[in-house]
């Protein structure tokens, strides 16, 4: 079984803090993903990365910043917390395009 | 643009009777098309995809999903629904420029009823 797993299920933070979001897959897979996901919304693209250290913007990357420096690990930095990223962040692995999804991090900046 | 349409926020079934959720997609060349299902406080899971070949292609739990060319649809059904498939459905149209990238619909939540 595919295993992405992400390191925490819920998390709550203050504005301006930074915050880091970690992602681990077992799969080997070369492709790695960072979504937001809001009611109404949909799933919207943060980052994503196809190899280690290699990353590219996706439909919203304001705010963000990423880090892959293993090739099992994505990791996603909100370098200053605001109210506004209050949301379900989702990792997802995966290639050509077939995406296997961690569990999710609720994130709320208080 | 490429996009992925769930025409509708919310769908109600009663237990026993059969359900579709809609999509309708826009891409250039032949799309590759995907179901996913969302638990509470989950991450979602993949239920099945359309690559080539049959348009009626059969998936996890029961569902399956009819691919229509001349309509640009790909909606999702199951004979008989359950009050567990209550959840939210998301349609996934593969990128045609980035073929590792996912272009997501905006939801849909299904609501079976006992």
């Known amino acids: 079984d595919v295993k992405v797993t992400q390191s925490s299920r819920y998390l709550v933070k203050r504005t301006g803090e930074k915050v880091f979001l970690e992602c681990v897959q077992d799969?080997?897979?070369?492709?790695m993903f960072w979504y937001r996901q809001d009611p109404g919304l949909g799933l919207r693209l943060i980052y994503f990365?196809?190899?280690?250290?290699?990353?590219e913007k996706g439909d919203i990357p304001e705010g963000y910043s990423v880090s892959r420096e293993k090739k099992e690990r994505f990791s996603l930095i909100l370098e200053s917390a605001s109210t506004n990223q209050t949301s379900m962040y989702l990792c997802?692995?995966?290639?050509?395009?077939?995406?296997?999804f961690g569990q999710g991090t609720r994130l709320t900046v208080v | 643009a490429q996009s992925v349409a769930q025409p509708e926020d919310q769908v109600n079934v009663a237990e026993g009777n059969p359900l579709t959720v809609k999509c309708t997609y826009s891409?250039?060349?032949?799309?590759?098309l995907f179901w996913y299902v969302q638990y509470p406080n989950r991450g979602l899971q993949f239920l099945l995809k359309?690559?080539?070949?049959?348009?009626l292609v059969k998936g996890s739990y029961g569902f399956e999903a009819e691919f229509n060319k001349s309509q640009t649809s790909f909606h999702l059904k199951k004979p008989s629904a359950l009050v567990s498939d209550s959840a939210l459905y998301f349609c996934?149209?593969?990128?045609?420029?980035?073929?590792?990238?996912?272009?997501f619909g905006t939801g849909t939540r299904l609501q079976v009823f006992p």
């Open positions: 997802a692995s995966g290639r050509q395009a077939e995406a296997f």
């Open positions: 799969m080997d897979h070369e492709n």
């Open positions: 990365s196809y190899d280690v250290k290699m990353k």
């Open positions: 891409v250039s060349g032949n799309p590759y």
């Open positions: 359309y690559i080539t070949g049959d348009n």
């Open positions: 996934a149209v593969r990128d045609t420029y980035n073929t590792d990238k996912l272009i």
